[in-house]
């Protein structure tokens, strides 16, 4: 990889967090039967863009916050079993950042819950600035926050279209292929552990 590169940023559910179903998988199951994620969807896509407070979020599923809901699914995930290896052999190197698709209350759940400020920095949380991948404005704010151009940024996520996204800013692209991807988009590399990234870097 290019010696340039200065951050290796991270995506959260699918790279850091193994799942990358964070509606399917977790918040789901918690829900009455009668709830679908087509239901969810438009909620989840609001709260998670920061267009709606997280109450709100809740009483569009005809919930409320304090039912323990959150609590009970966020518990569920789990950090990838390399991630702890493969960030400390990384950080002596490189910094290392989150780029992530989340409502803002959960991602501070979760950075308590994983001390994620240990390890990265900046932390970038769609609900907390507004926008979301892949929304091009999201990645400027990542290089802003970072004080870094774009060629000097990696970035790993599950998901193409948010790499293809990325690279339109110089932003080399790394694909965690957990599953299946319909994207046409060719990242510059593909990886299906968070090992081989030292093979890589």
Not at 24 to 48: Q, R, S
Not at 60 to 65: D, K, R
Not at 130 to 145: G, M, N, S, W
Request: contains cysteine; aromatic residues 10%.
């Amino acid at each position: 990889m290019d010696d340039a590169i200065k951050l290796i940023a991270f995506d959260l559910f699918g790279v850091i967090i193994t799942d990358g179903h964070l509606v399917t998988n977790g918040l789901l199951p918690f829900l009455p039967a009668t709830l679908t994620k087509a239901d969810i969807k438009p909620w989840y896509n609001a709260y998670t863009r920061g267009q709606i407070p997280e109450s709100a979020f809740w009483e569009g599923l005809g919930l409320t916050a304090d039912t323990g809901v959150r609590e009970r699914f966020l518990g569920v995930f789990e950090l990838d079993g390399e991630l702890e290896q493969v960030t400390r052999a990384l950080a002596m190197r490189y910094r290392l950042g989150i780029l992530s698709n989340l409502g803002a209350e959960w991602g501070e759940r979760l950075e308590k819950r994983f001390r994620f400020a240990d390890r990265f920095a900046p932390r970038i949380i769609s609900g907390e600035v507004k926008c979301q991948k892949p929304e091009p404005h999201i990645y400027d704010i990542l290089l802003r926050a970072s004080g870094l151009e774009g060629r000097q940024v990696a970035f790993i996520d599950d998901k193409l279209e948010n790499l293809q996204a990325a690279s339109r800013f110089g932003i080399t692209t790394i694909h965690y292929q957990r599953e299946l991807d319909t994207c046409a988009f060719k990242p510059d590399y593909t990886i299906d552990s968070l090992g081989e990234l030292l093979q890589i870097l």
